[in-house]
């Protein structure tokens, strides 16, 4: 079986504790449980794995699975009430003091793994990341950690290289690292599953892969949405470290990857991790002329960032946060030299839209005037699928006329099962021991070396981000980023 895929069989022939850290928290209520429902529902959990929460809620299994019915049932199927009873009898929940003096939560813990140490237990820590390493350590202390276990860390790992570096240190003086899963949900989008298999199973698009016939590489994550009661967090996070050191730089580095030597979860991600030291530093000077800083203001009935209700009062450092960014990155090897990849995200943009746009290079030389260069477009949200921009002529007699027209797939129209959202494929894989979709230290690590020079020259600089209405495309300077070489980005070319 490829490795980028875990069958039914595969996830469910693997009995197991799941352990979840966070367990009454917004991740675990909008993204895990929905997905584990999901993963019951298709036959793709043991009968007998089992899911606990772990949190400081004073919550009995009968309170937690009542939480759980109130918050997670508008996702379950009217017609499926029986496999909604079933997962929910799956469900526990421990009260744990993480910390504190209290050891009774860790205790009652141990009772619940106790006799059962042949089992898979994952430890899925849906929690800050400071917390990593303490978690862990509590884990060994209270003997928990098997050779079968395996533990999930949800991203930002960490705040730049030195922080990484010491969660990694931490985490991997309890885990070796074949039993460390740092998640990052992009990578579970069926359009990133299809990028590869796009490359790699198909002949045509190969051979054209490269810079002699790609002109530039445009990766967006937009999103409408603001900040409204996130500040505190994002004050100290910012759209660099929250956005592109992990999303975006993972869609490059798939889409940039060289084809692996072998179907193997190790090769993929070998060739990942080279991508990323491929990457041309940005730093000093040339952090000005290759990367944009914005943040949103007032506009279109919508706050601006300090203006958000329901966050802390703004600080001074509030008016330094970046709520987007635009990079001007280069691959720099055989295959990519010379070829501009741009990457951008943003908040309070006017659609929601994540895409990887392949722009090719025009025809050598056209004998039909009006003509365009071709595009790749595989979309990841809102709505899953692959474009592929050609020339052709509209019907008529007469001059012929050109035209770019979509060939397109529709993962939601063209197949007829339900497409998986990221989260059921990544947890069926940590549940199948397949870390393929999974970032491994080393490639963590070569992200953040890229991306902490530019943090270190924006935050030595006097300049503040520079402002776009809420709603529009972003600031200025991010036009001008592609316009400097008569480039424009996605929607402005549509």
Sequence with gaps: MSPLASSPASSASHTADLVVFGGTGDLSMRKLLPALYHSDRDGRLSPETRIIALSRGGLTDADFRGKVDAEVRDQVPADDDAGWQRFLGRLHHLTVDVGGDDRSGWAALG????????????????????????????????????????????????????SAQRINDEVGAIFDERQIYRIDHYLGKETVQNLLVLRFANAFLEPIWNSLWIDHVQITAAETVGTPGRRGYYDQAGALRD?????????LTLTAMEPPAR??????????????QSLRPIAGTEVDRFTVRGQYTE????????????????TEASARVETFTAIRAEVKNWRWAGVPFYLRTGKRMPQRR????????????SIFPGGTPNRLVLRLQPEEGIELHIMAKEPGAGEVMLKPVPLSLSFGKTFTARVPEAYERLLTDVLAGNPTLFMRRDEVEAAWRFIDPILQAWEASAALPEPYPA???GPAGAHELLGRSGRAWHEEEA
């Design 263 to 276: 179907n193997d979860r190790e090769a993929i991600r070998d060739e990942k991790v080279k991508v990323l």
């Design 111 to 162: 009772a619940m793994l106790a006799g059962f140490e042949g089992r898979d237990r994952v430890f899925y820590l849906a929690s800050p990341p400071m917390t990593f390493g303490p978690f862990c350590r509590e884990l060994e202390r209270e003997g928990l950690v098997t050779p079968q276990s395996r533990v999930v860390l949800e991203k930002p790992l960490g705040r730049d290289l030195p």
């Design 243 to 251: 956005m592109v050191q992990n999303h975006l730089l993972q869609l």
């Design 471 to 473: 709603g529009s495309t």
């Design 354 to 365: 994540s895409e990887i746009v392949v722009q090719f290079k025009d025809v050598p030389h």
């Design 299 to 314: 506009a279109a009935g919508m706050p601006g960032y300090l203006d958000e209700p329901g966050s802390t009062p703004p």
